[in-house]
């Protein structure tokens, strides 16, 4: 497992989470619910894991929602902090740029 993700699904547990303002927007564009994110992230799978991104570690994850449905979520944790798990954005993957699993992007 990610470090990013072990890190991030503690803060999520302990409540502390922040919404970026494009999270929200991706969010309602999509029709996902924020404590689906949030809940889904304890089960979530490493998509792809950014430990060095410049702005503070970051991770791509696969995760599910209420009613089973694919959702992809970038968490971050800003550099030099401890917390707050930051959700990035959320979003449903396209099939056909992701894989039948939706862990893999599709080569063009």
């Known amino acids: 497992m990610s470090e990013t993700l072990r890190r991030v699904q503690q803060l999520a547990s302990a409540g502390d989470v922040k919404i970026s303002s494009h999270g929200y927007d991706e969010l309602a564009e999509d029709g996902i619910l924020a404590r689906d994110?949030?809940?889904?992230?304890?089960?979530?799978?490493?998509v792809e894991d950014y430990p060095n991104y410049p702005k503070?570690?970051?991770?791509?994850?696969?995760?599910?929602?209420?009613e089973g449905e694919a959702i992809h979520a970038l968490w971050g944790i800003p550099r030099g902090k401890t917390g707050p798990a930051v959700l990035i954005t959320a979003y449903r993957p396209d099939p056909e740029k992701w894989g039948a699993e939706f862990t893999r992007r599709r080569t063009r």
């Open 56 to 66: 503070g570690p970051c991770v791509l994850v696969l995760l599910h929602g209420s």
């Open 37 to 46: 994110v949030v809940n889904g992230t304890h089960g979530a799978i490493v």
